[in-house]
């Protein structure tokens, strides 16, 4: 019976400040519906800024694309003008203007050109036994008076 004797008295202390008060019942609940206001508040805060960052992105990627547009308009009218369709006729058709030469170069002859010879063989660097420290210091002395060998 002692925790319901404490609770009594608790309940006639608190009824004695008034904490059962309507009036105090009434800020209370003010204090829930302007916390609340508060939380909703807070959260449509974040949702306006999460949609302002989605709307830069698309702004970004929309730009892009204008760009992409505007050099697709660029080349079009390159490939209207008739530098380019002499230059395309010259390729297809393998023709030349008066006092040029035309070389036909076969796929064999140019990949040829550009392999290595085998028998050119890289010749092996010098093996250099000196101890890592000294390696360093030299590279600092190079380093700071220009000596790039």
Excluded: C, H
């Amino acid at each position: 019976m002692n925790l319901v004797e404490n609770f009594n008295r608790l309940k006639n202390s608190l009824s004695d400040k008034g904490l059962y008060d309507k009036r105090m019942l009434g800020l209370v609940l003010l204090a829930i519906i302007g916390l609340s206001v508060v939380w909703n508040g807070t959260k449509v805060i974040q949702q306006n800024y999460t949609l302002l960052q989605k709307i830069a992105v698309l702004e970004e990627e929309n730009r892009i694309l204008e760009l992409e547009n505007r050099n697709k308009e660029i080349q079009n009218e390159y490939y209207k003008t008739p530098e380019f369709a002499e230059l395309k006729a010259r390729k297809v058709n393998g023709k030349a203007a008066p006092g040029e030469s035309v070389y036909i170069v076969t796929d064999e002859t140019a990949l040829a050109a550009l392999k290595t010879p085998i028998d050119q063989e890289e010749q092996p660097s010098k093996v250099d036994n000196k101890p890592q420290y000294q390696k360093n210091f030299e590279a600092w002395i190079d380093f700071f008076f220009g000596n790039n060998s």
